[in-house]
């Protein structure tokens, strides 16, 4: 076998960021497609590295023990290079074309929902890897990620406690932004807290003189930063330059975007964040992740959160495929259904939530000293994605295909 | 009260440099020599790039930037000489040739350096007025915008070299037939046009994050800067950033970054549709 030139061309393949999809059949029955389309240049490259990283770890690993349903997996990896135009072209081309049994990927949630209506039209599963602004009601997604129930609920309320009650707020403007802003209003409000500023900033914006005189002249206690990309993230430098001084509390630092790792500190000194997976958990269980992945990607800055749960998801992925023993979304579904869909991942035990397919987590509140090293402040053990199903997306009775938001409910019916 | 005064001047200092350090290298390049330079930000980048191998090599700072500049400029000349110096009579090809080459730097870099890099941190320093804070830096990078738009009208008004580059780029077959040298005048030009990019990439690479598409985060506004500015360099590029600085500070500072992006936007909409020649045109009109 000339396997040295099939590697080259799939690298070359990967690079020219089209199909990448050749493989080895090693045993007689087919192979399992997976597609997957993460952003490996543009803007948003350095957070998706690991994720790509991470589910060509997972499928080597599943691979070698004997695939799933003794079928090897075939990864078909596509670049969209954070334009939501190509995800969408690269999703049907992944889903009409090459025919992937299991969708994985997506970066923004504007990413995700360009991805879903295209998604929603076959009956192939999509699984969504990042942390997000929650409220998707979607059959077709299950989501990996931590929700504003795990991350905000839990980190807001200390934030208060240990800060004070007047917030400032920093956000990317688009859907995430928008939205998480929007959690942080209402939690704010059932703590008697409040909001003293919010500022939405056009993605791709890197100056920020005005925001940090705006955020000095409204007098915040802390800052929320849920500020996106690389060139957003400026705004710690700048406010560091400008001794802003502030605490700062995050859905998205630190685990998500390794900022303490990119920046020279003490520009994230005092950041919080809460967060399922941050690379110095130091269990044993994560140690031995931690130290498969370095052996197969020694150059790694740092693993982040997107990459373990984009890990994550092929093990949840073939879970769910053996116990069901089919490949069909809805005999997947069924196992969801009976509350028993879990795997045992580095941080713990992680379960898909029957209602709204989003997965419990082990949730830590960190915090970022002056030398950029990382503390766990807190521990709230395993926090259930609880939100949907109490205002009433239940999957297992009804798709509502939808995203809800604290002011977007569903209908009473 | 002068906490606020100096505030205003503070934020439009900031937007000004800002305009002026990512426009000046594209003022020569598209504006002078009407090469509508595609990779501009990229050589803004390759200016932050080498500061932050230089200052992690041990040079000190200032020096870092400079010999960043240089490198930038001598790139360029050698740009000038492999590329841009076939397409001076296809503006449009132009376009397309350095947009390619842009395209083959950034995945080049994201391939060899990596998907982002360690930043090296602002100067310390930082002074209180008022209830502010601000960071002085800032201030520097000011002063060398100013610095700047001297040392050009310096070179371009006052030296023979200037002379002879503006009788070139008004018209080469001319200029040609009197003795001047028009090949040397456009490498170097182009090479001082970049050498300035990489001299903006040099100055904000301490304060922003490197990743290879940061360039990016320059264009819009260096184009835009340089269009409404017109084909005069120092009569054209400096009133327009005055201009837009003032609507855009004063815009973020009442309604926050969005609203100042599309006012800035919609301003030189407006500025193009009443002035197709940008604002020198009436400046030199009245100046003659």
Redesign the interface.
Known sequence: MNSGRKLGMVLLGA?LGTAAGVGVARAAEPLLKVGLLED????L??M??PKLHGSQLAVEEINKSGGILGRQIELIHLDPQGDNARYQEFGRRLLNRDKVDVLIGGITSASREALRPIVDRTSTPYFYTNQYEGGVCDASMISMGAVPEQQFSTLIPWMVEKFGKKVYVIAA?YNFGQISAEWNRKIMKDLGGEVVGE????L????F???I??I??A?PDWLLTINVG??Q??FF??A?????NLPMGSSIKVMLGFEH????PP?LNNMHATANWFEEIDTPEATDFKKRWHAKFP?E?YINDMGYNAYNALYMYKALVEKAKSIKLDDMRKVIATGDACIDAPEGKVCINPKSQHTSHRMRLISVGPKHEVKVEKDYGTIQPYWLGEIGCDLTKKNDKDQYTPSHLPKKS | MSAEVF?VF??FA??FA?LILSAAGLAIVFGMMGVINMAHGEFIMCGAYVTVGLVNLGVPLAIAQILAALTAGLIGVAVEFLIVRRFYKRPLDSLLATWGLSLIV??SM??IV?????????PE??F?IG?????T??LVLFGCAVAVLGGLYIVFMKTRFGVIARATMQNAAMAKALGARTGRIYSISFGIGTGLAGLCGALYA????L????G??FVVESFVTVVIGGANVLLGTAPAAVFLAMIR?AL??SY???I??IGMLVAVILIIRVLPEGLSSVLVRRGR
């Open positions: 690079m490996v240049s543009g803007d490259a350095f998706g590295m403007d500022e939405f900033i056009p791709g914006v890197s100056q003189a005005q925001t005189q705006n000095q002249k007098k690389a060139a993230d400026s430098e700048q560091a330059a400008a001794n802003l790792k990119r920046f020279k520009a150059d800055l | 505030s503070y934020q900031d937007v800002f950034t995945q994201l391939l990596g998907s982002a890099v360690r930043g090296i941190g602002t320093g930082s209180a209830g502010y804070t601000f960071s830096y800032r301490p304060t922003m994050t990743i290879p598409t940061m990016a985060t500070m973020n500072a926050g970054q969005i100042g992006q």
